[in-house]
């Protein structure tokens, strides 16, 4: 991208109190709103000669907008805007398909496995014992065709046999029980916690060196009946959790031993 020297310097006034960065913040904010940089985001020095400001004034401006979570740059990276974030509410029975979907992007996953095992920390984790049948399905999350998460989920074969047939590339896990099995869970517990992925997960999700992950570990029930156990990485980049709150009402987070990850 060209921009002629000094195009947007008269957007600047150098008579305000306000300082340049802080005016250069407002004004990259609100191009990035407006969706200006869709292909790349313009370097220090083309910066500097579009708004005819000094280097120290672009670099202030530009950490300003990563610390509000619009960019995200890295040593030997070019800046590029951040992607966007999806949310996960606290206390709420979640669908990562259903928030991709929801905010307008593209939900798609590589199925990395679809079948029959046996796994001793999921039979654990399920209750049943070690030989029991289980069905496996492991996928890699995209949210516009970038990965977002790594996701393996186990179900006893006994519920979740038939869906051995269905293509997960673009369907969610519980709305296909409920269609093709005639269950979906009621309840369950996430813990969520900040972790390490093995080698192979970071390559999936394309992991940066200075990106973060977050591990959920979810176990879903029917009445108190396990049905599902999940292990779930998500770049912290592209994935956060949040909470609605107010005087009116309960805001509860409890805090509980992390289990040593047995993915």
Known sequence: MTTAEGARSGLLDRRSSQPLWAQLVDDLDRRLHRNEFTDEFP????????????RH??????RRLRERGLLDSGRGRPTRVRQHLIEQPLGALYSLFREVE???????SHV?????VTDAAAADRLGVVESTPLLHLARLRLADDEPLAVDRAWLPMSIAGPLLGVDFTHAALYDQLELICGVRPTG?????????PDDGDRALLQLPDDVGTLRIERTADIDGQPLEWRVTWLRGDRFAVSADWSRYSE?????????PPRT
């Open 57 to 62: 004034t672009v670099r202030e401006a530009l």
């Open 112 to 116: 990395l496995a679809l079948a029959e």
């Open 251 to 259: 805001y509860r987070m409890d805090l509980a031993a992390a289990n």
């Open 43 to 54: 370097g220090e020095h083309e910066l500097c000669r579009e708004y005819d400001v000094s």
């Open 188 to 196: 369950g517990r996430e813990l969520l916690t900040a972790g390490v």
């Open 102 to 108: 929801s905010r307008g992007l593209v939900q798609r």
